[in-house]
């Protein structure tokens, strides 16, 4: 079933210039990037997207980073694109993540992961509709 997911490649990644090295790991797994723009994100978009972590002893720090360097937030189509892209990231911790994965490839640490992926198809067209209007993606 051809389903859409939400992505972000993360600050710790964009500043080390691998969206290009982690484009191509998304589209060889058989995922199209049906819309892509670079953003630096407002504290206020960050806050909005990570609310569901305010209560947790890290938020702070998220949001922080999440707004230290541009990102680059996508839309991802494809056959079970949320299951799929989430097996392509990899585990959230880079050292237990599997070989080949954008995390394995490209993390730095658990903090700075390099890549978000929605959870569910529920959470891909909430967390889409906070970066993109139905007016920017094809089809």
Do not use: C
């Amino acid at each position: 079933m051809t389903e859409r997911t939400f992505s972000i490649i993360k600050p710790d990644a964009t500043k080390r210039n691998l969206t290009g090295k982690v484009n191509a790991v998304i589209e060889d797994a058989g995922l199209r990037i049906v819309a892509q723009r670079r953003i630096k994100m407002t504290k206020a978009q960050a806050e909005k997207f990570y609310e569901v972590h305010a209560a947790r002893p890290f938020y702070g720090e998220l949001v922080e980073f999440m707004t230290s360097e541009p990102v680059v937030v996508q839309v991802l189509e494809g056959d079970n694109a949320v299951a799929r892209y989430r097996e392509v990231m990899g585990a959230t911790n880079p050292e237990q993540a599997a070989p080949g994965t954008i995390r394995k490839l490209y993390a730095l640490s658990v903090g700075e992961n390099s890549v978000h992926g929605s959870d569910s198809q529920e959470n891909a067209a909430i967390e889409i509709a906070q970066f993109f209007t139905a007016a920017d993606i094809p089809g």
